[in-house]
Structure formats: structure tokens, C-alpha cells
């Protein structure tokens, strides 16, 4: 009886011993990064949206009711300047590109002719 006790005392500590060692450790780990983007290629310089020129302006009102300009570019390009402006139309983002006169400019055929 007394070899059965001690049998049973010792399988009971082996099992707890075990379990201890299962048990997983609480590991939270927290990383704090940013990262910056860099836009290559692109030669337009962040300007104050008050620069804007009123035709450009005026095109905006006309052509995108109740768009307000979030952000706004400058290139000169050819001794003229080409205008890159973030609207928020409705919610939406979009990006749209004009010349000083308020000429509405697709930057993407721009692109591939310059790719030709």
C-alpha cells in the first residue's frame, strides 16, 4: 500500500511538472514605424491652395459642383505652368490637372506621348 501511495504521489507530481512547462508565455509585442514614400519623377512643388489661379478655380466651381481642393501642386513645364489639385468631390478623392487658364489637361496621354 505504501509502494502504491508513493507511485501515485510521484506520478501526480510528474504530470504537474509537465503541465508547467507547457504553459505558453504571454508575448505582446508593439512596433511604431513609418514609412515615407517618395514620388520619383514627379516635378510638381506643393503650393498654398490660395495660389491658385481664379480661372482654375473657376473651372473647379464649373465642372465639379461642391468640390473643395484639398491640396494643390505647380510644374513649369515649357514656360507654362501645369496645375495638379486633390479635390474631394462628394467624399470622393480625385486628382485633376490644369494650365493657368483653367484648361482641363489628361495627364495620362501626356504620359505616353512622352513615353513614345
Keep these: 500500500m505504501k509502494k502504491l501511495v508513493l507511485t501515485f504521489a510521484a506520478l501526480g507530481l510528474f504530470i504537474t511538472t509537465t503541465q508547467a512547462q507547457v504553459a505558453e508565455a504571454n508575448t505582446d509585442v508593439y512596433v511604431d514605424s513609418q514609412t515615407e514614400v517618395a514620388v520619383v519623377g514627379d516635378d510638381f512643388e506643393e503650393i498654398d491652395v490660395t495660389e491658385i489661379p481664379?480661372?482654375?478655380n473657376e473651372a473647379i466651381?464649373?465642372?465639379f459642383d461642391g468640390a473643395t481642393v484639398q491640396e494643390a501642386w505647380v510644374k513649369e513645364k515649357d514656360d507654362k505652368k501645369v496645375y495638379k489639385?486633390?479635390?474631394n468631390v462628394s467624399g470622393e478623392e480625385k486628382k485633376v490637372y490644369a494650365d493657368e487658364e483653367g484648361n482641363w489637361?489628361?495627364?495620362k496621354d501626356k504620359k505616353d506621348k512622352d513615353r513614345s
Design 54 to 56: 481664379a480661372a482654375v
Design 61 to 63: 466651381t464649373r465642372d
Design 85 to 87: 489639385i486633390k479635390l
Design 105 to 107: 489637361i489628361d495627364m
